[in-house]
T-cell receptor
């Protein structure tokens, strides 16, 4: 079993749609959790951290369920500029990356 | 935040040769890492670069093939030795100030081995 598993994607959605990504992790001792965004031919950049209480940043909402070892990212009112690959990242002293889920938002 | 630069940004190399990639961070960081990303794939951790001691390698990566240096808290190098076409990939340097910090990435080095 992979340490971090994500929805395989790709997700192709129209502008304005709501899209949700899921991620599971295998190490119950994992300490912190993140969503990163990677644009084509660019390096990954932090989108948001994920907290047990859930957190929201504008149109983006991240949730963590430690009991189920499950992380989610919800994007509301999708924009064309949201098109990218979204990486679920789990910190076990070093960062472990999921394979990523590609999102394409179409006009 | 931390700004990371890498040199070279890309290179085309012949098989059997070696390439050293340099990574410079604009501030002192506790942790530095090297990742590899194959086209269309996610990031694979090669090793953690330890300041003043030998790097810690992940399963499947060895020092003879990927020697790493980290002489201080802002600089590291990764050498890809005796290259083969299978080594063609993007190599990314990454850094964190401490365990709880965000992890920052350099722009990557795109390596093609012919």
């Amino acid at each position: 079993r992979k340490e971090v598993e994500q929805d395989p994607g790709p997700f192709n959605v129209p502008e304005g749609a709501t899209v949700a990504f899921n991620c599971t992790y295998s190490n119950s001792a994992s300490q912190s959790f993140f969503w990163y965004r990677q644009d084509c031919r660019k390096e990954p950049k932090l989108l948001m951290s994920v907290y047990s209480s859930g957190n929201e940043d504008g149109r983006f909402t991240a949730q963590l369920n430690r009991a189920s070892q499950y992380i989610s990212l919800l994007i509301r009112d999708s924009k064309l500029s949201d098109s990218a690959t979204y990486l679920c990242v789990v910190n076990n002293n070093d960062m472990r990356f999921g394979a990523g889920t590609r999102l394409t938002v179409k006009p | 935040s931390a700004v990371i630069s890498q040199k070279p940004s890309r290179d085309i190399c012949q098989r059997g040769t070696s390439l050293t990639i340099q990574c410079q961070v604009d501030s002192q960081v506790t942790m530095m890492f090297w990742y590899r990303q194959q086209p269309g794939q996610s990031l694979t951790l090669i090793a953690t670069a330890n300041q003043g001691s030998e790097a810690t390698y992940e399963s499947g990566f060895v020092i003879d093939k990927f020697p790493i240096s980290r002489p201080n808290l802002t600089f590291s190098t990764l050498t890809v030795s005796n290259m083969s076409p299978e080594d063609s990939s993007i190599y990314l340097c990454s850094a964190r100030r401490d365990r709880a910090d965000e992890q920052y990435f350099g722009p990557g080095t795109r390596l093609t081995v012919t």
